[in-house]
């Protein structure tokens, strides 16, 4: 059964700590990509990246890091440096980059305790 | 940059009334792709328009791109409870990838 997983569902960050959102998907999509959702508004760009070892920031890319070894895996790492991550995060994958249909996980909800 | 902008950001409408959403582009945009959010839910994609004054329907859903291909609209005809949720509009053109709008969150009243 193709898709996209993300994990863990919810996850509680204490201050000063960094946390790691699992993203993989077995469509062997080159294009993965990380999105930020606050209540009530739209999807911002965090990451991306259009074929392994190499990503591209987005448009709020401070204080979050990305990795890609592997085609199947985009993990998102949010630093201490990220002073409001509570949000809902979203991965998503298409076959090539740019124009091309994104397919989302079902999402990571982030709360700071 | 590019920039895609979606109105209106609410819309509250008795179950049988139509509903349209709006999304406009800074630039012109080479496709746009629409995309629905159920509440809690992730965003799935509907369509995809490419040409020019394209048109397409999905049973009650008819998408719309406008003919400078900086415009387009979603219109839904009597609407039901079941189309509750966020809907995206998202463009690619100048920006290397999609570019979504802010959303139109739909509320449908029984």
């Known amino acids: 059964d193709g898709g996209i997983t993300q994990s863990p569902k919810y996850l509680f960050r204490k201050e000063g700590q960094n946390v790691t959102l699992s993203c993989e998907q077995n469509?062997?999509?080159?294009?993965m990509y990380w999105y930020r959702q606050d209540p009530g508004q739209g999807l911002r760009l965090i990451y991306y990246?259009?074929?392994?070892?190499?990503?591209q920031k987005g448009d709020i890319a401070e204080g979050y890091s990305v990795s890609r070894e592997k085609k199947e895996s985009f993990p998102l790492t949010v630093t201490s440096a990220q002073k409001n991550p509570t949000a809902f995060y979203l991965c998503a994958s298409s076959i090539g980059g740019g124009k091309e249909t994104q397919y989302f996980g079902p999402g990571t909800r982030l709360l700071v305790l | 940059g590019q920039q895609v902008m979606q109105i209106p950001q609410y819309q509250h409408v008795q179950e049988g009334e139509d509903f349209t959403t709006y999304c406009n582009s800074s630039?012109?945009?080479?496709?746009i792709q629409w995309y629905k959010q159920r509440p809690g839910g992730h965003p799935v994609f509907l369509i995809q328009l490419v040409k020019s004054g394209e048109v397409k329907k999905q049973k009650r859903l008819t998408f719309q791109f406008g003919e400078a291909k900086k415009n387009s609209s979603l219109h839904i005809t009597a609407t039901q409870t079941t189309d509750v949720g966020t809907y995206f509009c998202?463009?690619?053109?100048?920006?290397?990838?999609?570019?979504f709008g802010s959303g139109t969150q739909l509320t449908v009243l029984p």
């Open positions: 998202a463009g690619s053109g100048s920006a290397r990838q999609l570019t």
């Open positions: 990246s259009q074929i392994v070892n190499d990503f």
């Open positions: 469509l062997n999509h080159d294009a």
């Open positions: 630039t012109t945009l080479s496709n």
